[in-house]
């Protein structure tokens, strides 16, 4: 099959270099060279070479012989053509080059690199194959019709929607598969009042705060979010509005009579804390999946293409901010679902039917029970709403639809008054924030809300685009094509284009001159409204598709859920100090470029930062507004140019553009230190580069890493170093992996031990930099623990993993 020797020679070549890669991490794992006979283990790297060799030619001789049928070409050229875009294997041999020098491990980075590069050259190959050759690549006729989305029922496929977004939801919330994040900001003070509606049968917090009642699903103090109501400082009530913590009472109340029944978990408090913060993050999954499906539905009424509804749904639901807000304690996810809810059933569908008048109604209503703040888009639905019904005032039973949508919200609005009556003695939402008796804070409040500043309102709108910290394009960048749905959905129905703009508008800008968010993923005050634009993308994804589109389509798709991937793996690079400026520094900046950036390269001043003024750049944010405008221009004009049918096999470009990326990746992981957080131990006569936040920092001679993040450290010595000895120490068993350079150990830390152990690494490779020496070292550990929840009389609520004490020996 193959007659060139510069082909054979390339895949003998590549397949070494796969094998060696594969040998390196699999098998040598196991055997040591020096403990083992080198006639052995020559003998097993041949028949691994050789089973790696064979099979991969198998494949590509099956898939050649295939496409050689379709089209005619010679078999030779199709798999000259697919050995071509296997060389980004060859990438692997550098693997070798740890064996002489070692500053940062860059071996779990090659695999996927060199895949990448070749799924992208090949991807190249058969789509100027497809172009030339479209029945090289024909899918079954029957398979099309199977999976089509436009064929499927709509019933059917509204309940694939819903079952596979509340499977993912939980699956999420779990923590089975990728860390969940611990109840954080606001979230416990929400429980805290279901807690006490199951225990007390009330929402007076007082005794709850008093007790520490908290302590069943939140490690640690809390600090109070209520105020006394009129009855005195013996009734305290939550800031937090009541709605999403009734939400939450049927599903916590059966956490909690699931725990009580077994003994192994109310006996320990991790697991006990686990289930009931679970059970009661259930309904805000079930919330939230309903909220992708209603969105689901929108996009299918709107642009009438059940295939389009699918592709914007997954994008939606599955990336930032939707994904990382469906099982948080947050009011967003249901305010997002009652004015999607409300806006499809009364304000699209003009001729309204009564269920849908009431519906439409009541989740007006309920929107303020969440919050003060949703008074604000209660007044816009309600004003959409009010538009809608006037411009069929002519229509049958006007009156009686009318009145069926006034009255669920007449209703909540009178109890709503009543229940701060109640509670406070006055009518004032703002009692909830200010206590019983407002008096002059009342007006101060409300001054607060009003005053306007244009230039900081700009800018924080702005930044809930593209602000380093909270912008939503920078952790979905597909939603830049937002703008151009926009673009065409306005000039098709401009009355319904400017509707949506209003209702994104004014609570977008609301919460601009208000707040950002708090401790949370980026998009919390605008997520109520967000849906719009998503609906905006999935519009500019119903237009028709030419090449340019489809790139632009797929690279912004493939780069957000790039950004899912990351923060799955790292929740923390989505939170961020809500009070950065008084903290300055590294603070001032996301942990998103804290984690890219190193003492070579410095992203920060790559991405615009709106949020904290001391850092902005003027050319930053003028460049991204630039780029932002040109992908929306290039992605709105049509470029329907005639192609050429004739096939070109050279791909000499693309393999520049693959090996000149790969290299920098490479370079990038390798050099990937940072200098900027150190620690000197004098006595030991080193110096410690903390190179991640998965840390506390220097203390007792040592340093404890956070719960089970893998912390980074690079040891910097003034002379080569002989051996490296570590202590491991906890107050809890478990077992800790620890690597220095390429070398790697897991020890078992067990109570037989004292849960600690000393390890040596000998001989140890450094690299030299900058008159020294550095060494690459990680620990992780398999368990953390919350002193405070050992022993109630200790302090400390930090959540720590291990502790590690370092020893250089020369």
């Given at each position: ?14 397949m ?17 060279w ?32 295939v ?11 199709i ?6 875009s ?8 550098l ?65 694939f ?25 606001d ?45 005195g400082?013996?009734h305290?009530y939550?800031?937090?509005f009541?709605?999403?913590s ?16 077994n ?10 804390r686990?289930i009931?913060?679970?059970?009661a ?28 509804a ?36 009364f ?16 989740a ?5 029970w ?9 007044a ?30 007449a ?65 979905a ?10 673009y ?6 401009r ?5 949506l ?32 634009w ?11 598709q ?9 690279t ?53 930062s ?11 944010l ?26 070109s ?51 007792a ?31 809890v ?6 690597q ?26 450094g ?7 550095c ?36």
């Amino acid at each position: 099959m193959l007659k060139s020797k510069s082909s054979i020679f390339l895949l003998g070549l590549e397949m070494l270099a796969l094998a060696a890669y594969l040998w390196h991490e699999t098998v040598s794992v196991y055997w040591d060279w020096r403990q083992s006979r080198l006639s052995l283990l020559i003998l097993l790297l041949i028949i691994f070479l050789i089973c790696v060799s064979l099979g991969l030619y198998k494949i590509l001789q099956h898939m050649s012989k295939v496409l050689s049928k379709r089209t005619g070409i010679a078999v030779a050229r199709i798999v000259r053509a697919f050995i071509l875009s296997l060389s980004p294997l060859l990438f692997l041999f550098l693997i070798f080059v740890q064996h002489f020098v070692f500053l940062k491990d860059m071996r779990p980075f090659l695999l996927p690199v060199s895949l990448g590069g070749s799924a992208y050259l090949a991807v190249i190959f058969l789509s100027r194959l497809k172009k030339t050759y479209p029945q090289a690549i024909a899918t079954p006729p029957e398979t099309i019709q199977r999976w089509n989305p436009n064929r499927l029922e709509p019933k059917r496929l509204a309940w694939f929607v819903f079952v596979i977004s509340v499977s993912v939801y939980i699956l999420y919330s779990s923590g089975l598969i990728v860390p969940s994040q611990p109840l954080t900001g606001d979230e416990p003070h929400y429980l805290l009042t279901t807690h006490s509606i199951i225990k007390d049968g009330d929402i007076n917090v007082y005794n709850n705060y008093r007790d520490k009642d908290y302590l069943d699903f939140y490690p640690g103090e809390l600090s109070i979010h209520a105020f006394a109501g009129k009855k005195g400082d013996g009734h305290l009530y939550s800031k937090h509005f009541i709605a999403l913590s009734a939400l939450m009472v049927p599903t916590y109340a059966l956490g909690e009579k699931l725990v009580a029944k077994n003994s192994n978990w109310s006996g320990n408090p991790e697991t006990k804390r686990r289930i009931l913060v679970f059970f009661a993050r259930f309904p805000v999954c079930l919330i939230t999946a309903l909220f992708s499906l209603i969105f689901f539905l929108l996009v299918v009424d709107i642009t009438q293409r059940k295939d389009v509804a699918v592709l914007a749904w997954a994008v939606f639901s599955f990336t930032s901010p939707v994904l990382f807000f469906s099982h948080l304690l947050y009011p967003a996810v249901s305010v997002a679902l009652l004015t999607i809810l409300a806006f499809r059933l009364f304000v699209l569908n003009k001729e309204t039917r009564s269920l849908s008048a009431v519906l439409s109604g009541a989740a007006i209503g309920l929107l303020p029970w969440f919050g003060v703040k949703f008074i604000v888009l209660a007044a816009v639905l309600f004003g959409a709403s009010a538009l809608t019904l006037l411009s069929s005032r002519k229509a049958q039973y006007f009156w009686k639809k009318a009145l069926l949508f006034l009255l669920p919200i007449a209703v909540s609005a009178g109890l709503y008054l009543l229940y701060f009556w109640t509670l406070y003695g006055n009518f004032s939402p703002v009692s909830a924030y200010t206590g019983v008796t407002p008096g002059a804070e009342l007006p101060a409040y409300a001054k607060k809300l009003l005053l306007f500043s244009f230039f900081e309102t700009l800018s924080r709108s702005l930044g809930f685009f593209i602000d380093q910290k909270y912008g939503l394009l920078i952790y979905a960048p597909i939603y830049i094509l937002g703008f151009a749905g926009l673009y065409f959905y306005a000039r098709k129905k401009r009355r319904e284009a400017s509707l949506l703009m209003v209702m994104l508008a004014v609570p977008w800008i609301f919460s601009a001159n208000y707040y950002w968010g708090g401790y949370c993923p980026p998009g919390r005050p605008v997520f109520p409204v967000f849906w719009i634009w998503g609906l905006f993308l999935a519009l500019a994804l119903a237009a028709k598709q030419n090449p340019g589109r489809k790139i632009l389509a797929t690279t912004g798709i493939v780069l957000s859920f790039a950004m899912v991937w990351a923060a799955l793996r790292n929740p923390w690079i989505l939170y961020h100090e809500q009070y950065a400026s008084e903290l300055g520094g590294e603070f001032l900046y996301s942990k998103l470029t804290r984690a890219l950036s190193n003492s070579f390269v410095k992203f920060h001043d790559l991405l615009p930062s709106l949020k904290e003024l001391e850092v902005f750049n003027w050319l930053t944010l003028v460049i991204w507004i630039i780029a932002i405008c040109g992908i929306v221009v290039l992605y709105i004009q049509k470029n329907e140019i005639e192609k050429s049918r004739r096939l070109s096999l050279k791909m000499g470009g693309h393999l520049c553009f693959v090996f000149g990326v790969s290299l920098l990746l490479v370079a990038y992981v390798f050099f990937d230190i940072h200098r900027n957080n150190k620690a000197v131990f004098e006595e030991q006569n080193y110096t410690l580069y903390f190179q991640d936040d998965n840390h506390f920092g220097k203390e007792a001679e040592g340093f404890w890493t956070k719960g089970k993040r893998r912390a980074s450290v690079i040891l910097e010595s003034p002379h080569p170093l002989a051996a490296i000895r570590i202590k491991l120490a906890s107050s809890v068993g478990g077992f800790t992996s620890v690597q220095v350079g390429p070398s790697k150990k897991k020890i078992n830390r067990a109570k037989s031990t004292g849960l600690s152990n000393d390890i040596t690494f000998s001989p140890v490779k450094g690299f030299p930099l900058r008159q020294g020496y550095c060494y690459f070292i990680t620990i992780e550990d398999s368990s953390g623990f919350v002193p405070f929840q050992l022993d109630r009389n200790i302090k400390d609520n930090r959540n720590l993993g291990v502790f590690v004490q370092l020893k250089a020996v020369n």
